[in-house]
């Protein structure tokens, strides 16, 4: 792999979105280190969201907003050259100092609110948007836009499990990093660098030793959800018309 400037990457994700998936991609490539949603700490801290293992996540990592960026802006670690960092959208509580982003090359990824809501309801209830990370990926994205004044990369999740080597390439092309065929394929079992709510989450992905053939959900959206979910809709489709595919 070539010589480069030293990048991190914030991925911008929502719950349910092979996000986990793309962090083992990053993690297996041999000039990268991955952090795992730094600010889920604080995003606890700071709610009353009762996800599973919250007491020993809370103590488990910095729940202090500004530490976790001097943090997540300072030097890579293990003298790597690209820093992956996976973020949740939802993270960005109102108020939130956001002027840090002009110091990492923002992404986003994004999926099916159906198939986020299907996913994420059998672990968790789906009571608002906002639990979901849509309406904190558009607020990212227009703020990127218009104060940094360039649009980020938007990579779709059923594109990249029905592709993943084309549409990696297009990522890595569009960040400015090489691609690197190790993207493509890693070792099954729990990493050092997932967070401790793994034993929660991600049962799938520790199974797993690449991105799985995309494969639609037939189950039906429940009907108390429906409301919720055209509402992402509208967020996922001003998304999904500016991805790379």
């Known amino acids: 792999m070539i010589d480069q400037i030293p990048i991190r990457i914030a991925m911008w994700s929502g719950p349910r ?8 991609s990053f ?3 041999p000039d990268s280190f991955v952090s795992d949603e730094p600010f889920y700490g604080h ?4 709610t009353d969201v009762d996800h599973p293992g919250r007491e020993e996540v809370l103590q488990s990592m910095e729940t202090d907003w500004h530490n976790i960026v001097d943090y997540i802006t ?5 003298g790597a050259a690209v820093w992956y960092q996976k973020h949740m959208a939802q993270h960005n509580l109102p108020g ?7 110091q990492v090359t923002n992404c986003f990824l994004i999926r099916d609110p159906k198939e986020v809501i299907l996913s994420y309801h059998k672990k968790f209830a789906v009571t608002r948007s906002e639990l979901l990370g849509f309406p904190q990926q558009v607020e990212l994205v227009r703020k990127i836009t218009d104060e940094l004044g360039h649009e980020p990369a938007i990579v779709d999740a059923k594109d990249i499990l029905m592709n993943p080597r084309d549409i990696l390439q297009k990522l890595c092309e569009a960040v400015g990093i090489p691609f690197a065929d190790e993207m493509l394929s890693w070792s099954s079992g729990r990493r050092e660098t997932d967070g401790v709510w ?19 959900l037939s189950e039906k959206l429940p009907v108390e959800l429906e409301a919720i979910y055209e509402e992402c809709l509208v967020y996922y489709n001003t998304l999904y018309r500016k991805r790379i595919y």
């Open 27 to 29: 993690a297996n490539r």
């Open 43 to 46: 995003y606890l801290n700071q």
């Open 96 to 102: 939130v100092d956001l002027s840090w982003i002009d």
């Open 74 to 78: 300072g030097d890579i670690p293990n």
């Open 17 to 24: 979105n092979i996000s986990t998936a793309m962090m083992r």
């Open 198 to 216: 793994a034993k929660y989450w991600y049962s799938s992905v520790e199974a797993s030793t690449g991105f799985q053939p995309y494969a639609p």
